[in-house]
């Protein structure tokens, strides 16, 4: 019997930076009344669930603490970042093996509860371990889902913005593919407002676009890396990219987000979880959404699909 969901609940799993940060973000943000936070070590959930309680009377009223299994099942989203953390000069795809066998403790616990809502995978590598996921809990495919490149996409838009001097809201982006060092920024279909982004260049003074565009793109492949040798890791960004997948969950807003998936014959690619555009509301994914792609992105996108499905072959899910 499935327990009704409360669509005012939230539930985070590992409160590491990531899941710290993302309860913070979620407590500012308004969304929920009630917010769990569980973690393997039950003092850290509950120091944490304690230092964003005591923001409350700056913010809205709100249930915020450390608990159990048993208390995520009505949430309308249960948000896993728990993991171990990429390391300096480690790739998101050295941590795979380690990941999934978290994943393994932790996805059946939540699949034996026939949790109702959308699980939201945060931890990486977040398409390779959605993908553990979906296997894991046997949950429908739309409902679980990661949070892909929504990331990489606001590194893309706020390089841009400071590349035309313009408001990285107006600027309508991707990247795509996998969320590590085969993603894809889909050129092709960028634009500023609805102009075609290298009419857009030309009009701010830019002329030399290839240049800029491997500039820019290398940039965001690389943001995290740069991070991580910097300040040990990343948290501030996903958790604001948490929040704002959230947002469109629980308002059923139906935007569209580049989110990890899994894809049925879209691009030729099969049985596979990659970051693409989203149709995102309070059911999960409704379906993805097709953009324009020269032959050489889809060249590449079809390469960081193949590497993906290889690391997925050898999991044994």
């Not at 120091?47 to 450390?66: N, T, W």
């Not at 893309?156 to 996998?178: C, N, T, V, W």
Request: net charge negative.
């Amino acid at each position: 019997m499935k327990c009704k969901i409360n669509n005012r609940k939230a539930a985070i799993i590992g409160c590491g930076f990531v899941g710290a940060a993302s309860a913070f973000c979620l407590m500012q943000s308004g969304l929920f009344s009630e917010l769990v936070l569980l973690d393997a070590d039950r003092d850290k959930a509950e120091g944490e669930a304690l230092d964003v309680a005591h923001g409350i009377p700056f913010a809205r009223p709100m249930k915020i603490y450390a608990g159990d299994y048993d208390d995520l099942v009505d949430a309308a989203v249960v948000i896993v970042t728990a993991g171990a953390n990429q390391k300096p000069g480690e790739t998101r795809l050295d941590l795979v093996q380690k990941n999934v066998e978290i994943f393994r403790s932790i996805i059946p616990e939540i699949a034996k509860r026939n949790f109702p809502g959308i699980l939201l995978i945060v931890s990486n590598p977040v398409d390779i371990l959605t993908y553990a996921a979906i296997k894991l809990s046997g949950m429908p495919e739309h409902r679980v889902i990661g949070s892909g490149t929504v990331l990489d996409t606001a590194r893309f838009k706020y390089q841009l913005g400071e590349h035309l001097s313009i408001d990285p809201r107006s600027i309508h982006a991707f990247i795509i593919g996998e969320h590590g060092d085969s993603e894809i920024a889909a050129w092709s279909s960028a634009n500023v407002s609805g102009i075609p982004i290298h009419d857009i260049c030309e009009m701010r003074g830019f002329y030399d676009h290839e240049d800029a565009m491997r500039e820019i793109a290398d940039t965001v492949k690389n943001s995290a890396y740069e991070i991580i040798a910097k300040k040990k890791a990343t948290y501030y960004g996903i958790a604001m990219s948490v929040r704002r997948i959230c947002e469109a969950i629980v308002r059923n807003e139906k935007s569209i987000l580049p989110v990890s998936v899994m894809l049925h014959g879209q691009y030729g690619m099969e049985n596979v979880v990659l970051s693409m555009p989203a149709i995102v509301g309070s059911e999960g994914v409704e379906t993805t959404v097709p953009i324009e792609l020269n032959r050489e992105e889809q060249e590449k996108l079809k390469a960081s699909a193949e590497a993906l499905s290889k690391i997925a072959g050898t999991l044994k899910l």
